[in-house]
């Protein structure tokens, strides 16, 4: 086994400032489409629904598909709808693995299954997917539906997976590669697929762009699992040890279990099992991570793919949309250290 | 206040043998769209989808889909995908009516939620109704998707509406419509609507079987409702007193008090936000409404547009499908006896 040595903090910090600034006049008309459409006569609706989308969210997913509009030069607005029916679908799913996870907290304020009960988190998220897909229709390409009804179901594949992995200590990278192309990737790059689509700029720019949202997806999700091992709840602003505590196979798991010592094995089944919840449990975990360098390697695998991320790009020229969507990809990685 | 004399049961028993037998083919090819869709290489998926697809359901909806195209004289096999999907998002809601009402029993066996688990149930529903668009998306009628994704938004909407009515005595006889038109009324008249989309046979023909399923839905919710407080067990196939013990202001509860002296009053106050939840308490409760008149003045409701579905068929010529449909609304209001 060769040691791994984590990779040197870039010079400046990366941000999405400049992607932010790329798609602010466009984001501008997402943000009118989205709360006109999380409107309804039933006043619980755009109140449990407003409480997720005006709460702070970074608009990732949108804002890609705007920024991948932008690379194409596309003018147009049809990607506003668009971009919020990916909004639409992602805090649907949000809405329901807060029930699926029982979760209390998400991005630092309690969630919504805890305001309002999980009933009307189920409902609500109905509603918001059903609202997605009306704006699909409205904007009328079929091309755009195919990716999108697919990748939902991928999406809800890939929750049922996941649900059927946890606690099962002998779940392996494979499997988790898979579960994280489903449950997050695959939005990642219907939104970025959906930019080529609309401004007509074929099937190669489609395949690029879709691998670039694919890879960056997975590079997100990566790093979302190491920060639940190694950060507080005010970064993260979700309950730091969530995974532990809810026995999620996640890679830095994975991969301490996999090259442990026999007692520390026995421990990760135990604590996967639910027999090992404490805070003392889960500092243990950490540093049986970090003495596996689980934590670094995985980082290194984000950048793996954060890399193909970049290298999908590569056909489209230079310019501030390229750079911002680069950036993008330094900025899902560099929210690990 | 006039006296409400039950309606005579009918000569023969009605039944829905005829709707059977005049889509028994079609049906056979929609079963086989259903069995092939509801797989996943994630065997919880069809496991649980299959629990309540192959339990027992009448199909009705999707077969109203096949009787309305028999109607139009439509010979091809584009309704059996779009068929196959009306049962999906129907099955999704299921499984989410479920987990929202933490229902143990449906059509006599327990309930996915019970077997499977919340969590489960809530992304197995996600998967049903994202394949129900998938479905859609390759028939490729932007019409049907429209006609199918607005009946999706105002299902959730009716149903969060329920959830926000649940407990509260003080909600009429107008909202109460309001909710089970959306619920359950709007993917009846979906279900009808797409058969003339397909056959192309025109405005009229859409508006007119709209308007049969649409009325014929709310028929039927209002005999369901009924049902809940005037049948046993088994006839039902769901916990007698459901709705009573869930606060639920269905139209016999809301006759029932707005009818009732100062004390009775009080009994359904207490008895909706859940303070009179006892065997005696629903005896009671069914005591009051016959003195009422709430369950038959309910059924004649049922009646009333039960009698609006069928004059929505004037304009089709006599025959099998037009006898088939007739029947159907009699079913639908003869389950109450």
Request: aromatic letters at 6%.
């Amino acid at each position: 086994m060769t040691a791994t040595v984590l990779p040197l903090r870039p010079a400046r910090e990366p941000s999405l400032t400049a992607m932010v600034d790329l798609v602010a006049a466009d984001m501008n008309g997402v943000n009118a489409v989205i709360l006109e459409r999380m409107q309804s006569k039933v006043a619980l609706i755009p109140e449990l629904a407003g409480h997720l989308i005006a709460g702070g969210g970074k608009r990732m997913r949108p804002m890609l598909t705007l920024a991948s509009a932008a690379l194409l030069d596309y003018t147009g607005t049809r990607h506003h709808k668009l971009a919020a029916a990916v909004e639409f679908i992602h805090t649907a799913t949000l809405l329901h693995d807060d029930v699926v996870d029982g979760s209390g907290t998400r991005r630092g304020k309690r969630t919504a299954n805890i305001i309002w009960g999980n009933p009307a988190s189920v409902l609500v998220g109905d509603f918001l997917f059903s609202r997605a897909f009306e704006l699909m229709v409205e904007d009328g390409s079929l091309k755009v539906l195919k990716i999108l009804s697919n990748a939902s179901a991928v999406i809800a594949e890939g929750e049922v997976e996941q649900l059927t992995a946890q606690r099962r200590i002998d779940a392996g990278e494979e499997q988790y590669l898979t579960i994280i192309g489903a449950k997050t990737a695959a939005l990642f790059a219907a939104a970025c697929r959906v930019a080529p689509v609309v401004a007509e700029a074929g099937e190669d720019a489609e395949l690029a762009l879709d691998s670039y949202g694919r890879n960056l997806g997975i590079a997100f999700q990566l790093v979302d699992d190491v920060i639940d091992y190694a950060s507080d709840e005010q970064t993260m602003g979700k309950g730091v040890g969530d995974d532990f505590r809810d026995g999620k196979m996640t890679l830095p798991v994975i991969l301490a279990h996999a090259r442990g010592a026999p007692a520390d094995r026995a421990f990760w089944a135990a604590a996967m099992a639910g027999e090992r919840a404490t805070d003392a449990d889960l500092a243990h975990a950490i540093g049986l991570m970090r003495a596996t360098n689980a934590l670094a390697d995985t980082i290194e695998r984000a950048r793996h793919y954060g890399r193909r991320a970049i290298d999908a790009l590569a056909p489209f020229p230079a310019g501030k949309a390229k750079a911002a969507l680069t950036e993008a990809v330094e900025f899902a990685i560099a929210r690990a250290y």
